[in-house]
């Protein structure tokens, strides 16, 4: 819990390492936080020793870089070519450059425990429940709290000190 509050410090606070998000850098920080995600996000129903499931919609650089990232954990990372092949996952990364409109993702897993998290601007308040931004050239997350408590994930208070509370 302190790494991770010390990595959010850090890019709130840092403008170099905000600096140095080129290129792939800014998946590997996505990663991270995707993977620390799973510490404070609370699924219903979820025993810890099953594998933590990611699913990737279509194709993103965050694979790799969630491949090479897992901190010890048990953590299975499946990308996806389209939306049908999707099956069970904790959390579901959109890439920016999906195809598929986030109305018809979040409307195919309306009801269930699937934290979908995205990375384009706007998709907080439509609906996705974490979405990535750059603000002043930081790595922030968007919550939307509504769109959470209707699928029935918790999120700890902690998380929810370093987002971007979006409706």
Same mark, same amino acid.
């Given at each position: 819990m302190l790494l991770f509050g010390i990595m959010l410090t850090l890019l709130g606070t840092n403008p170099l390492a905000a600096q140095q998000m080129n290129g792939g850098r800014d998946y590997d920080l996505k990663a991270d936080f995707l993977i620390r995600f799973s510490d404070y996000v609370y699924w219903k129903n979820r *025993? $810890? =020793?099953?594998? #933590? +499931?990611?699913?990737?919609?279509?194709?993103s650089p965050i694979n790799a870089s969630l491949l090479s990232d897992q901190n010890n954990k048990k953590i299975e990372v499946k990308q996806y070519k389209n939306l049908k092949e999707v099956g069970f996952c904790n959390i579901l990364f959109v890439p920016y450059d999906c195809s598929i409109p986030i109305e018809t993702i979040i409307s195919? #897993? *309306?009801? +269930?425990?699937?934290?979908?998290?995205?990375?384009?601007?706007?998709?907080? $308040? $439509?609906?996705? %429940?974490?979405? #990535?931004?750059?603000?002043?050239? $930081?790595? +922030?997350?968007?919550? =939307? &709290?509504?769109?959470? =408590? +209707?699928?029935?994930?918790? /999120? *700890? *208070? #902690? &998380?929810?000190? %370093?987002? /971007?509370?979006?409706?």
């Open positions: *025993s $810890k =020793n099953q594998p #933590f +499931k990611i699913a990737i919609l279509e194709e195919n #897993f *309306s009801g +269930k425990p699937v934290l979908i998290v995205t990375e384009r601007n706007g998709y907080g $308040k $439509k609906g996705a %429940h974490m979405n #990535f931004v750059m603000v002043e050239n $930081k790595l +922030k997350f968007e919550v =939307n &709290l509504k769109a959470i =408590n +209707k699928v029935g994930i918790g /999120i *700890s *208070s #902690f &998380l929810l000190q %370093h987002a /971007i509370i979006v409706e």
